[in-house]
């Protein structure tokens, strides 16, 4: 069963830090990229961070980068999120989902990403 399990939300003050952690299982890890994406109240779902399992390379987008960063252990087939300073804004649901690679991209479109998993949900507040 092909499955993908976010975890490690949950409330945190402005300037604090969280880790997401990404399961993947019933596919060939390496075979795929994993995105991180987010849905805050009354908003359109928005990525985040993206790494190919095959070759490590990474993109965050420019409302994380320097905050975010994105990492992956092909031997617990598992993904990471790490948040630093964390702002009100950063306060959504987060999901991880997952892209074939059939090619040398980095997939980073929302519509790229086929295999999702439930989200957890982070609160930045005071």
């Known amino acids: 069963e092909v499955q993908l399990q976010a975890s490690g939300g949950g409330l945190v003050q402005p300037g604090g830090s969280l880790r997401l952690s990404c399961p993947a299982s019933?596919?060939?890890?390496?075979?795929?990229?994993i995105g991180w994406f987010r849905q805050a109240p009354g908003a359109e779902r928005e990525g985040v961070s993206y790494?190919?399992?095959?070759?490590?390379?990474?993109y965050h987008e420019e409302r994380v980068k320097g905050r975010f960063t994105i990492s992956s252990d092909s031997a617990g087939n598992t993904v990471f999120l790490h948040m630093n300073r964390l702002k009100p804004e950063d306060t959504a649901v987060y999901y991880c989902?997952?892209?074939?690679?059939?090619?040398?991209?980095?997939?980073?479109?929302?519509?790229?990403?086929?295999?999702w998993g439930q989200g957890t949900e982070v609160t930045v507040s005071s």
């Open positions: 989902a997952a892209s074939r690679l059939d090619s040398n991209w980095l997939p980073r479109g929302i519509g790229q990403y086929h295999i």
């Open positions: 790494i190919s399992n095959r070759d490590g390379s990474l």
């Open positions: 019933g596919f060939t890890f390496e075979d795929y990229a």
